[in-house]
């Protein structure tokens, strides 16, 4: 079945860039998500990629995707406090409506 | 915008109660997803609908089901709720069920079982 692995914490200074990282084992995973979640709230979705792109960018953020590795990345370019929450990772493979397989998340630490 | 509605945002039951989670997708949005999300765990996809029938399923147990009704807001039902059924409850709408479509989720229905 699909596995989605991510580095549960990353800590960072605020001003610096922030780069999150995913690796999925579905090779047939055609749709990649970033989610960000603050405590107690819901997912709020960032940004995606499909599999026939190799980079997205929206303001300060930056998807890398390397298919033959199965690698995604998610930069956060000057990283700011409001930036703290976990981020998921989540792939999508099948047909219309299917559910998505997330990743456990990491948590991004933002220090002073 | 208009977002996901979910309701009630908390919810308290007892062990072997029922409970039944509501959920409003944004407008003109006709697929419906449900997702759990334990403790500190990332979300589990239980189930999916398009245009009032079932699309997909995933990880729901047996005491849960589920409908989307003609105005596409569904509801998910838990029978004889177990102290493991604690968790958020996340509703999602996509405007097409395509694949690919891009999922929006509500903030969540936070269940208690004591």
């Known amino acids: 079945g699909e596995d989605v692995e991510q580095s549960l914490f990353l800590s960072v200074r605020e001003g610096d860039s922030s780069v999150i990282n995913c690796t999925y084992t579905?090779?047939?995973?055609?749709?990649l998500y970033w989610y960000k979640q603050e405590p107690g709230a819901g997912l709020q979705l960032l940004t995606y990629?499909?599999?026939?792109?190799d980079m997205k960018q929206d303001q300060r953020l930056t998807v890398l995707l390397n298919k033959k590795d199965k690698h995604l990345s998610l930069r956060i370019a000057d990283t700011q406090t409001g930036d703290s929450a976990i981020y998921f990772c989540?792939?999508?493979?099948?047909?219309?409506?299917?559910?998505?397989?997330f990743g456990k998340g990491t948590h991004l630490i933002i220090q002073p | 915008a208009a977002g996901v509605i979910q309701s009630p945002r908390h919810l308290i039951k007892e062990k072997r109660e029922t409970a039944t989670l509501k959920c409003y997708p944004i407008?003109?949005?006709?697929?419906v997803y449900w997702y759990q999300q334990g403790p500190g765990q990332d979300p589990q996809f239980l189930i999916s609908?398009?245009?009032?029938?079932?699309?997909d399923k995933g990880s729901i147990p047996d005491r849960f089901s589920a409908q989307q009704f003609s105005d596409y807001h569904s509801e998910l039902n838990m029978s004889s709720l177990e102290l493991g059924d604690s968790a958020l409850y996340f509703c999602?709408?996509?405007?097409?069920?395509?694949?690919?479509?891009?999922?929006?989720f509500g903030p969540g229905t936070r269940l208690t079982v004591l």
């Open positions: 999602a709408s996509s405007p097409s069920g395509t694949r690919g479509d891009t999922q929006y």
């Open positions: 579905d090779s047939s995973s055609t749709y």
């Open positions: 990629i499909f599999s026939n792109m």
């Open positions: 989540a792939e999508s493979s099948g047909g219309g409506a299917d559910g998505l397989t």
């Open positions: 407008p003109r949005h006709d697929t």
């Open positions: 609908f398009y245009e009032k029938m079932q699309s």
